[in-house]
């Protein structure tokens, strides 16, 4: 075999020696210059300097990091403060009543003494904002002055050791007076913002007493909050206090908007008091138009699915179909959770554009996915946890949590050593050139959407996975709601419908067998995980089901991997093989797997169970294999 071999190439530059050739391809440096190569008398000790240089940036570049948080913590800290001390008074006005009330007397007594706190804060504010931090007009010539003293110390302290040995604790000692120095000054500007972080401070206490108040007194006055759900508890608290502050940053007067925020919880705890069959009367009532068009069609749907059994039990044994496949939360509450959830969607969206500007790295690398859900994925992950029906109040933590679930994002910083070239100066006046390291920082960003849909097998147990499944295949009985949802057209509109098998095919026993149980689950919904009919399917889940359950190949519940494993290559397929794919979503080897009928056709747990055709441009970019099964 012919061996390649780079052509040399030649470069020429000056060094402190004269002028030098170096081979490109070796690496080897000749001599080329008149003059002979001068003793290099301090070339340890100009690598060693370098070195020293390089730690020096390197601590340099954190401590600028860090002066940098810290001036925008303290300037937050100003403008905050400064607009708490302009807002009207949160000193609250008991009535006579709220006085005598035992439930309400420790509550009172701290909003006071918040108030009091506040007032003080206030009082302490001084007229002037705190000016700015001037450094020294000094101190730039007197550094370089001091840099230049250090090179030329540099050039004499290789040969005596006390010099060396003086000078490298010089240099500690200057390190360690410079970081007193800047903590010094942080510490002086963080006093001087001391009056406005307390008048902060205050506020934010007084906020939180005047919420307590409120809500002891909602409770007091609506005795069904008291033994509504712990979990519903918090967070109508954490609602009004919510609405509170924010009203009373708006220049709301106190009172105003914490009688705003006590209706909000007031109305909160009638609202779930109310029954299945109440809330079921006001849906139907207010959809009754939608459900003319889509209620036959979940409830046929929902008689073939089979999945009744397991939502009669959650609701009742008197409860219709149409109750258990509907979302009965008020239309409010189901867009406002999308709302909420978009929300969060772009403000990660906006901490991923903005990225480059508010940090500071030399290079950056991005890897992200699509920032994206369907909202009937959503509503009906929430649906199914909280039986039915919910409030915003109730779902705000759900949401963080599933968010936190299908968005995985990983921020990794490395650092490269690199060189740069720098021209100096020896003893004699002769220029020459030296390599000084440097530290590069490397920030790689990823982002991984996991999928929506993927999240409830992990959350779920068997009975809320139902309930996921029976609202995902009639879409809450509520298509209206989102029409754009690419769900809507594969579900509603174009619900998947049986295949034409030629009869010949059938002939095969144990084909007819297997055909037939498959597609008693056509229409069924794609749950990642699903691998009964009281769960809906996922692709690997279907087929293990139909194979086992039909008692014609006991494989127990596989995965699509597992299946292929199991089965036996073939390059001629029969109606009955299994046909495998990869590369359908981010997984290593088979990723999916489906039954072959003929005539190039696949029954498969797509999105949702249906037929479809292998002769598209898809399914040929990520076919695998045919394989047929170990039948009995």
């Not at 007229?127 to 001037?134: A, D, I, L, R, S």
């Not at 918090?234 to 009688?259: D, I, M």
């Not at 088979?590 to 056709?601: K, P, Q, R, T």
């Amino acid at each position: 075999m012919q061996e390649w071999k780079a052509s040399e190439k030649e470069a020429q530059k000056m060094t402190r020696d004269g002028a030098i050739s170096v081979n490109l391809v070796t690496g080897e440096a000749t001599h080329i210059s008149d003059r002979s190569p001068e003793q290099d008398y301090s070339s340890e000790d100009e690598t060693a300097g370098a070195l020293n240089r390089a730690a020096d940036e390197v601590v340099g570049h954190r401590e600028r990091r860090q002066t940098k948080k810290a001036r925008r913590k303290r300037r937050d800290t100003f403008r905050e403060g400064e607009a708490a001390r302009d807002r009207p008074s949160s000193r609250l006005q008991f009535s006579e009543t709220d006085q005598a009330a035992p439930e309400l007397k420790k509550a009172i007594r701290k909003s006071d003494k918040a108030a009091d706190r506040l007032d003080a804060a206030k009082a302490a504010v001084p007229v002037k904002p705190p000016g700015k931090e001037h450094g020294n007009p000094l101190s730039r010539p007197v550094q370089e002055i001091r840099s230049t003293l250090h090179g030329e110390v540099s050039k004499v302290e290789g040969d005596n050791s006390g010099v060396q040995a003086g000078h490298l604790g010089e240099r500690q000692i200057e390190k360690a007076v410079g970081y007193g120095n800047r903590r010094f000054h942080q510490a002086r500007a963080d006093r001087k913002l001391k009056p406005w972080r307390d008048v902060k401070q205050a506020e934010q206490a007084a906020v939180k007493a005047n919420t307590n108040f409120y809500w002891r007194k909602s409770v007091m006055e609506n005795p069904q909050l008291a033994s509504s759900n712990p979990i519903s508890r918090l967070w109508q608290k954490k609602r009004l206090q919510k609405q509170y502050a924010a009203a009373h940053r708006a220049g709301t007067g106190a009172a105003q908007a914490a009688g705003k925020a006590s209706q909000t919880a007031a109305s909160a705890a009638k609202k779930g008091g109310g029954t299945i069959a109440q809330k079921l009367g006001g849906f139907v009532t207010k959809n009754k138009h939608t459900l003319l068009i889509v209620g036959g069609i979940g409830l046929i749907l929902m008689l073939i699915m089979g999945l009744m059994q397991s939502c009669t039990s959650m609701f009742g044994g008197g409860t219709s179909g149409l109750v258990a496949s509907s979302y009965l939360s008020e239309d409010a509450d189901l867009t406002a959770a999308e709302a909420a959830y978009c929300e969060m969607e772009a403000e990660l969206q906006e901490y991923l554009n903005t990225y480059e500007a508010t940090h500071d790295y030399d290079e950056y690398h991005f890897d992200l996915d699509e920032i994206e859900h369907d909202p009937y994925v959503l509503l009906s992950i929430l649906s199914a946890l909280h039986e039915g029906v919910f409030t915003l109040d109730e779902v705000q933590g759900d949401l963080e949590m599933l968010f936190d679930k299908q968005y995985i994002l990983t921020e990794t910083v490395t650092t490269e050593t690199r060189y740069r070239t720098e021209t100096r100066t020896d003893s004699e006046g002769n220029e020459y050139e030296v390599e000084v390291p440097y530290t590069w920082y490397i920030c790689t960003v990823t982002l991984e959407n996991f999928d929506l849909s993927h999240v409830p097998v992990y959350i779920m147990g068997e009975d809320q996975l139902s309930m996921y499944a029976v609202y995902m295949s009639t879409l809450g009985n509520r298509p209206d709601l989102f029409p754009s949802s690419g769900y809507v057209g594969k579900y509603i509109e174009n619900p998947p419908t049986a295949w034409d098998i030629p009869a010949e095919y059938l002939t095969d026993e144990r084909f007819a067998t297997l055909i037939t149980e498959a597609e008693k689950y056509l229409g069924y919904p794609y749950v990642w995980g699903g691998s009964s009919p009281e769960t809906s399917f996922d692709c690997s889940g279907f087929v293990s089901y139909v194979l086992t359950n039909t008692g014609l190949c006991n494989t127990g519940r596989l995965g699509a991997q597992g299946l292929y494993n199991i089965s036996t290559p073939v390059s001629d397929p029969q109606p009955g093989d299994l046909v495998f794919f990869v590369g359908t979503y981010d997984t290593s080897g088979i990723s999916h797997v489906g039954i072959y009928v003929g005539d190039n056709m696949m029954l498969h747990c797509g999105d949702p169970i249906s037929y479809t055709n292998l002769n598209t441009s898809y399914w040929q970019s990520h076919f695998y294999a045919y394989g047929r099964p170990p039948y009995n």
